[in-house]
């Protein structure tokens, strides 16, 4: 399986226009081994599913940066064992995520409810099983204004884990800018937010 920058985007591109979350969406970004060896505007790594009240508020800016600019792919149980070279499924037990607690934040969060969906998949690895949860994150529409933050939250030491009034877009990622520089970053039309993170 090719997990180049370019093969893994064209595929992933072509399943979040669907919002698929079929096992083909795994076969585009995992060799068996490892998972593809690099985050980017159309999808992103996290180790576990969130826990904690500030984890579970960070995943709710998470959600909506990807929804205000291209949708994307959330894959949770994948964890970076080489700084942005190696990725590799979790060992663990099948987690058992709560999706209606991560909606009802995001009612209670953002101007307008994003409808995420789910899947948890069981990826056979040369040691034993492993479970990734893959979270579709729809693309907002051109003519809907980007999602803004209704309600903020802080941390237990009172820093701001959610800015209220934050259209919270995607930080540059360094495989959005070597897209960007070689000009294979496609806006589809969503004009830049002037003045927010």
């Known amino acids: 399986m090719d997990l180049g920058v370019e093969a893994v985007r064209a595929r992933v591109s072509q399943l979040l226009e669907v919002g698929s979350l079929a096992d083909e969406l795994i076969q585009a970004v995992f060799d068996g081994e490892e998972f593809a ?6 999808f ?9 009240k500030v984890d579970l508020r960070k995943l709710v800016r998470h959600i909506a940066a990807f929804h205000n600019v291209f949708g994307g792919y959330l894959f949770l149980g994948v964890q970076e064992v080489q700084k942005e070279k190696t990725f590799v499924p979790v060992e663990g037990t099948d987690p058992q ?18 409808e ?7 990826i056979k690895v040369a040691d034993g099983i492993r479970y990734v949860c893959a979270l ?4 907002r529409a051109r003519d809907v204004e980007p999602v803004v933050v209704l309600r903020g939250a802080t941390d237990d030491k009172s820093r701001s884990v959610l800015e209220e009034g934050a259209v919270d877009l995607p930080p540059p990622s360094r495989t959005n800018v070597m897209a960007a520089k ?4 496609e806006n589809e039309g969503h004009e830049q937010v002037q003045g927010h993170r």
């Open 44 to 52: 992103d790594y996290k180790a576990k599913w969130p826990e904690s």
């Open 116 to 122: 995420i969906s789910l899947r948890l998949h069981r």
């Open 37 to 42: 060896p690099y985050e980017g505007y159309l």
């Open 182 to 185: 070689s000009g294979n970053l």
């Open 136 to 139: 579709h994150i729809p693309k």
């Open 97 to 114: 995520p709560d999706v209606k607690q991560v909606k009802d934040l995001l009612r209670e969060h953002l101007s307008v409810p994003i």
